[in-house]
């Protein structure tokens, strides 16, 4: 293990940074506070350049180092969004706001990427500049796609980009990282059915909606079972299904709302191509008309080759050879650091946040023992890519 004591004596005000993160969360693009909180400290730090407002909130700060010139540019990202969940813990340090927390780390996250800037303004000991990078809007709300709409990777000469996540149930000092596909697309689907409504005792003077949409629960699930190779992974799932409102009238419409999920290209264009069948079809038999909007929301978080190497050898300098797992099968949630590893090549690793709850859990809560191996994670990826 190697965490530098220059690291370590960070932890003290890391840990207070993320408390007080936790305290006030704010949600998608709506981070006034954060956003401030982040900028005051990057100039505190003496970063050589501190821009907000980037893609709606985020702020992006600047850090060039000293040892010899060099244009490259190596770019860490953070999140900093919270989630509509009404917190359950006890904390004293728990959301201040109702109905609001921090329940999937973004406030360690946060707080792991500011000591990270704080260190590397304070040695600079790599040639060429460090761009960390605080995003909105993770959450649903593709904040790291509004960043680079702004310009991101074109304005700070981004050549790579390495962004991290806590992950429960791994061991607070570990990591996990895959080449290839981590995490999985996500789209989302919202499919109005429109029938003729009527008595329940006369089904032959309507036309059923329940039925056309039970049948098209039913055969939405043979995308998965019958024409995606069963090597390759997909996820089709119905989460809300609402019509009607009594038992004596079939109603007039109904509503259908979910996800997909898939670990590649080809896979999403086929289970959308696939969907869109299914639901024509069976609306034409049951004769019920449709309106379906399928959003493709963020792709597959796809870690290139290289670049996975190169982060689980940094990993393994921070935490040890046999604390870096390289094996771990993807996971079928979804991430929008996706769409900066579409710009730029790159790699996302998961952090161990030890033995807590689920992350979007309203007892969640970032394990600050995890503090310092991101931070030392963050400052070697820049002191190791950019070596003079």
Not at 148 to 176: Q, R
Not at 235 to 247: E, K, L
Request: aromatic share 8%; charged share 20%.
């Amino acid at each position: 293990m190697s965490i530098s004591p220059a690291i370590a004596e960070l932890v003290p005000d890391a840990q207070r940074w993320r408390r007080r993160l936790h305290a006030h969360p704010e949600l998608l693009y709506d981070l006034d506070q954060t956003a401030a909180f982040v900028a005051e400290r990057l100039r505190e730090f003496g970063c050589d350049e501190v821009r907000t407002g980037f893609g709606r909130s985020g702020v992006v700060g600047v850090i060039k180092g000293r040892k010899g010139a060099s244009a490259r540019a190596i770019g860490l990202r953070a999140d900093m969004d919270a989630l509509p969940i009404e917190e359950t813990t006890n904390l004293p340090y728990r959301s201040t706001v109702p109905g609001r927390m921090h329940a999937c780390g973004h406030d360690g996250h946060t707080a792991i990427m500011l000591g990270a800037a704080r260190y590397l303004a304070a040695t600079r000991n790599f040639a060429g500049s460090a761009i960390v990078i605080f995003q909105p809007a993770e959450e649903g709300g593709a904040g790291a796609k509004a960043m680079l709409d702004d310009g991101l990777m074109d304005a700070f000469a981004i050549e790579e980009v390495y962004a991290l996540h806590n992950a429960p149930n791994l061991p607070v000092g570990e990591f996990s990282i895959r080449a290839g596909a981590a995490m999985a697309s996500a789209d989302f689907f919202v499919l109005k059915l429109e029938g003729k409504g009527g008595h329940a005792a006369f089904p032959h003077n309507c036309v059923d909606v329940v039925v056309a949409g039970a049948q098209m629960v039913t055969a939405l699930q043979t995308i998965v079972s019958r024409n995606v190779d069963p090597l390759d992974s997909c996820v089709v799932s119905v989460a809300r299904f609402t019509a009607g409102n009594t038992d004596n009238i079939l109603p007039q419409s109904a509503e259908l709302e979910g996800t997909v999920r898939s670990l590649s290209p080809a896979v999403r264009d086929l289970a959308e191509r696939r969907f869109r069948a299914i639901v024509t079809g069976i609306a034409a038999a049951a004769d019920v008309s449709f309106a379906l909007d399928y959003r493709r929301n963020y792709p597959a978080t796809i870690n290139p080759v290289d670049q996975s190497e190169f982060a689980a050898a940094v990993a393994r300098q921070v935490a040890g050879v046999d604390r870096v797992r390289t094996d771990d099968p993807p996971v079928m949630g979804a991430e929008d650091f996706s769409f900066m590893l579409e710009a730029r090549p790159g790699a996302f690793i998961w952090l161990g946040n030890g033995d807590s709850a689920g992350l979007h859990h309203p007892s969640y809560d970032f394990n600050d023992a995890a503090l310092p191996y991101g931070m030392a994670y963050f400052a070697q990826i820049v002191e190791t890519a950019l070596a003079a």
